[in-house]
């Protein structure tokens, strides 16, 4: 069966709903919880969905009520980590804060719900390190604030291209777009 490859993030620069940008060209972002869905009405029970667009649109529906409670959350920017193999992506970790922690939760448990395959399940609930990774010359510093107005459900993949992401559903705090 195929999958889609979805990501929930909370963008920390501005984005549009739809955008699309490169994988090398991410805006700043905290990733929420990524995971990979079967398109089929077995793996999608809770959504009844089969076609690509369907399953996104279910997914992100279930998703409205978590997203819109975390909304506003003020965030501060912690200390300089690295992550990955041999700690070579730099980045920086995201202060312990409830709101954003209940989110993940939350996602998590959206996709728990539909079935989804959660890739990196040793980084998810308890193991969660909310950060923002460094890309090229842009970053944030420790101490900055930062607020929770921008989540997005993305497509890691749009149309099978793995070269670029797809904004599906953007949820902006009021005020913000």
Not at 98 to 127: M, N
Request: charged fraction near 20%.
């Amino acid at each position: 069966m195929p999958m889609r490859n979805l990501i929930f993030v909370a963008f920390v620069e501005p984005v549009a709903d739809g955008q699309v940008f490169r994988r090398t060209d991410w805006p700043l972002h905290i990733t929420l919880v990524r995971f990979d869905v079967r398109l089929d009405a077995g793996a999608a029970a809770t959504t009844n969905a089969q076609d690509p667009a369907d399953v996104a649109e279910s997914i992100a529906g279930l998703a409205d009520a978590p997203i819109a409670a975390a909304l506003g959350a003020a965030l501060t920017v912690g200390e300089d980590a690295a992550f990955g193999r041999n700690g070579s992506l730099p980045v920086n970790l995201i202060k312990p804060q409830p709101d954003l922690q209940a989110l993940h939760v939350q996602l998590v448990s959206v996709v728990d719900g539909v079935r989804g395959r959660i890739l990196t399940p040793a980084h998810t609930l308890a193991g969660y390190r909310p950060h923002v990774s460094h890309h090229g010359g842009k970053r944030l510093h420790p101490g900055d604030a930062v607020v929770l107005d921008r989540v997005a459900l993305v497509d890691m993949a749009p149309d099978g291209d793995h070269i670029i992401r797809r904004v599906l559903r953007l949820w902006c705090r009021e005020g913000e777009s």
